[in-house]
């Protein structure tokens, strides 16, 4: 009973370079959510998607892109990294969007 | 655009006491109301949901309330225990499927 498993859990990114978190379910969940948790502020979401091959911009998108080929995956990039991306990373799956939410233990990301 | 606010952002209370967690909203056009826990460095557990068609929702020592006319939704913690401190976060829920989220309530029961 994996859940949703995020990689890596830790990293550290110089300015400028890219990178992938990665973010799996093994639910059968359709709709898969990436949100960022700054420090005293609530959860914000980048991106969603309500099923493979579709996805949708959140709150704050800008700086990220996704994509949704296959139920399970729904990996999240990062280019030319900014300090402003420095955060927590919370992936997050649900059966059918309103309610049942399953989050990733997260990913700490700071960009120096 | 939904705002979620969460007060007071920490509160500490003895072992035994009874916890009162408040979260309000500017929209009352809410689909669900949405209590999660937070232990550090850890994701979110989901701990109830309050469709907008109700007024409470309850599961063992957790009750959570939603008034919608007032923009309000509480969750009560009765007779606290050391291992529900953690951070208590809000989030309604909306028609699109997606959920807006408070800055949450860090709690710290002292035993």
């Known amino acids: 009973n994996a859940g949703v498993t995020q990689t890596p859990k830790f990293r550290i990114l110089k300015i400028g370079q890219s990178m992938t978190l990665q973010c799996a379910q093994d639910?059968?969940?359709?709709?898969m959510y990436w949100y960022r948790q700054d420090p005293g502020m609530g959860l914000k979401l980048i991106y969603y998607?309500?099923?493979?091959?579709?996805?949708d911009k959140g709150e704050v998108p800008n700086g990220y892109n996704v994509s949704r080929s296959t139920t399970e995956d729904f990996p999240l990039r990062l280019e030319l990294a900014a300090p402003s991306q420095t955060s927590v990373y919370f992936c997050?799956?649900?059966?059918?969007?309103?309610?049942?939410?399953?989050f990733g233990s997260g990913t700490r990301l700071t960009v120096v | 655009k939904q705002e979620v606010t969460q007060i007071p952002a920490a509160l500490s209370v003895p072992e035994g006491e009874n916890l009162v967690l408040n979260c309000s909203f500017t929209?009352?056009?809410?689909?669900?109301l949405q209590w999660f826990r937070q232990d550090p460095g850890k994701g979110l557990t989901s701990l109830l949901l309050?469709?907008?068609?109700?007024r409470e929702q309850t599961s063992g020592r957790l009750n959570a309330s939603l008034d919608k006319s007032s923009g309000r939704s509480t969750l009560y913690i009765a007779a606290s225990q050391p291992g529900d401190s953690a951070t208590y976060l809000c989030?309604?829920?909306?028609?699109?499927?997606?959920?807006?989220f408070g800055a949450g309530t860090t709690v710290t029961v002292r035993a």
């Open positions: 309050i469709q907008s068609s109700q």
């Open positions: 997050a799956s649900s059966p059918t969007g309103d309610y049942g939410y399953t």
């Open positions: 639910m059968n969940h359709n709709y």
């Open positions: 989030a309604s829920g909306s028609n699109d499927y997606k959920l807006s």
């Open positions: 929209d009352s056009a809410i689909y669900n």
């Open positions: 998607s309500v099923g493979a091959g579709i996805t």
